[in-house]
């Protein structure tokens, strides 16, 4: 069983920055896939980027590649995304998911087994 807390988003004008961090507990975090993905209003909840259980592998939604960088500290049971060069499509509730078998690439929100309760992007032009 793991628990996610997603924390550190907020409002944000284009072009700057955000980072969000998700805190896990549970003893099998660090052999999870953790993912972000997130939903904007009137939208299907969409992948962002995963990283794969030792931090070797990540996995960007074209969207946001070169802009966004995800890491992860099995350490301290944290899972960081990176968001730089926010647009106001940005906008959205962002979802930190794990998921212990490992799946790749873990792009599909069913690979999914455990998920946070979100924290608010929002992203002014």
């Known amino acids: 069983q793991v628990q996610l807390v997603e924390s550190g988003g907020g409002l944000v004008q284009a072009g700057g920055s955000l980072r969000l961090s998700c805190a896990a507990s549970g003893r099998s975090f660090s052999s999870c896939t953790m993912g972000w993905f997130r939903q904007a209003p009137g939208k299907e909840r969409e992948f962002v980027v995963a990283i794969s259980w030792s931090g070797g592998r990540t996995n960007f939604a074209d969207s946001v590649k070169g802009r966004f960088t995800i890491s992860k500290d099995n350490a301290k049971n944290m899972v960081y995304l990176q968001m730089n060069s926010l647009k106001p499509e940005d906008t959205a509730v962002y979802y930190c998911?794990?998921?212990?078998?490992?799946?790749?690439?873990?792009?599909?929100?069913?690979?999914?087994?455990?998920w946070g309760q979100g924290t608010q992007v929002t992203v002014s032009s």
């Open positions: 998911a794990a998921q212990s078998s490992r799946r790749w690439p873990a792009t599909r929100l069913e690979q999914y087994d455990y």
